[in-house]
């Protein structure tokens, strides 16, 4: 075995390699600095795209709210025109009661002449 992988033992009993502690103390925080600033870009491109998205999204539902909003007033407006028109309805079939009634009336009267 090489020098470097070479396990050695402690004072304190516990079973080290020389090379990977060396690279362990070198190597690993600059890999972990170089691996969370690609991770950060890709969590800064990936954060932005959810953003977009999020905005879309946020502004889809502002619009179908809107859209929501117009299409019930209009509904109340046409129930309103509904409404409307039934007691115009009503009252015309009324007056025309009242006019046969008069009608009936005035010529009940001629008859009797």
């Keep these: 075995m090489s ?3 070479r396990r ?3 004072g304190d009993g516990m079973k080290v390699t020389n090379s990977f502690k060396k690279f362990g103390v070198i190597a690993l925080p600059a890999l972990l600095i170089a691996g969370c600033s690609q991770l950060s870009a890709e969590d800064r491109a990936t954060l932005a795209e959810i ?3 999020s905005q879309e999204a ?3 539902a502002m619009q179908a709210a809107a859209d929501a909003r117009a299409a019930r007033e209009a509904a109340e407006a046409a129930q309103d025109s509904a409404a409307a028109s039934e007691r115009a309805a009503e009252q015309a079939a009324a007056d025309a009661r009242a006019a046969e009634e008069r009608s009936s009336r005035m010529f ?3 008859m009797q002449k």
Aim: some cysteine; overall charge positive; charged content about 60%.
């Design 3 to 5: 020098r470097a992988c």
């Design 8 to 10: 050695e033992t402690r």
């Design 51 to 53: 953003r977009a998205t």
């Design 58 to 60: 946020k502004d889809e």
């Design 108 to 110: 009940e009267k001629s």
